[in-house]
Nanobody, 128 residues
Framework: QVQLVESGGGLVQAGGSLSVSCAASGRTFSTFSNYFMGWFRQAGGKEREFVAGISGSGGSTYLADSVKGRFTISRDNAKNTVYLQMNSLKPEDTAVYYC??????????????????WGQGTQVTVSS
């Protein structure tokens, strides 16, 4: 099994910054760098949506249009950790943020069914 533990969420005013991290562990999760990692978010009453993704090496990153220019995804494979740096936060960024391990080899990284392991989520609240 794989365990993903997010941390770093909280309350921030609009225009502020937050960084969330996700630490991966587990006996069957032998090589973190083999896996594409994603961040998703789910606001109250809405469907979960893709926010950012990063290839196993960290060489390729992908961001949703709504966060381009404001969010950055990165990873430290030596620490089995992926990060999401969020700047210029807006009230509409308020959501529970989840990290996930992509376990399907084909298909779109945008879709949550591509991911087989999920963290418990961390709340990010942006006040206006």
């Amino acid at each position: 099994q794989v365990q993903l533990v997010e941390s770093g969420g909280g309350l921030v005013q609009a225009g502020g910054s937050l960084s969330v991290s996700c630490a991966a562990s587990g006996r069957t999760f032998s090589t973190f760098s083999n896996y594409f990692m994603g961040w998703f978010r789910q606001a109250g009453g809405k469907e979960r949506e893709f926010v950012a993704g990063i290839s196993g090496s960290g060489g390729s990153t992908y961001l949703a249009d709504s966060v381009k220019g404001r969010f950055t995804i990165s990873r430290d494979n030596a620490k089995n950790t992926v990060y999401l740096q969020m700047n210029s936060l807006k009230p509409e960024d308020t959501a529970v943020y989840y990290c996930a391990v992509r376990t399907r080899a084909s298909g779109s990284y945008l879709l949550d069914h591509q991911y087989g392991y999920w963290g418990q989520g961390t709340q990010v609240t942006v006040s206006s």
